[in-house]
């Protein structure tokens, strides 16, 4: 019994994913491109993005977000920082330098692209302290170069 249920729910998910492969019509070159890349990557669904598409998967326990062109030309794979010992040794001396050091860490994130690897730090400045939470100001995004150079402050509204 244990058996049908198992094959049950591996046929839905099959036919989920392709269902939404065929809605969204991810050309052959983009899931060439993905397959080809991350071989052992579990991918949970396709979306159109601009211009592209971004394949939601798993590999080795972590969730990740790699974007294509409509050709298959790898763009970017994203994925989370859960805490700051995880960043490049450099990154973190260029965050604990940098005028932000003191505002919340709301969010990072690894991005890896052909030329290079970011990381995207999302800070706030805290306004005030509630019981339940923060009141959040100013935000921005800092990206940081894998040698720790701050490269790019977007603010974000």
Not at 70 to 99: H, I, M
Not at 136 to 154: R, T
Request: proline letters at 4%.
């Amino acid at each position: 019994m244990k058996n049908v249920f198992t094959v049950m729910v591996a046929a839905m998910m099959v036919l989920h994913l392709a269902a939404q492969s065929k809605l969204l019509h991810i050309p052959a070159a983009v899931d060439k491109a993905f397959v080809t890349q991350f071989p052992k990557g579990r991918l949970k669904n396709w979306e159109q993005k601009n211009e592209g598409y971004m394949a939601t998967f798993r590999q080795n326990g972590r969730k990740y977000f790699a974007c294509y062109t409509p050709d298959g030309t790898w763009v970017a794979t994203e994925s989370s920082v859960k805490w700051t010992r995880d960043l490049p040794g450099a990154v973190r001396t260029g965050w604990s330098n940098c005028k932000y050091r003191d505002w919340l860490i709301l969010d990072m994130k690894k991005i890896v692209k052909p030329v290079q690897t970011l990381y995207a730090i999302h800070v706030g400045q805290v306004q005030s302290l509630g019981p339940d939470d923060a009141d959040i100001g100013s935000e921005y995004i800092l990206f940081f170069s894998d040698k720790g150079e701050l490269i790019k402050e977007e603010r974000k509204s």
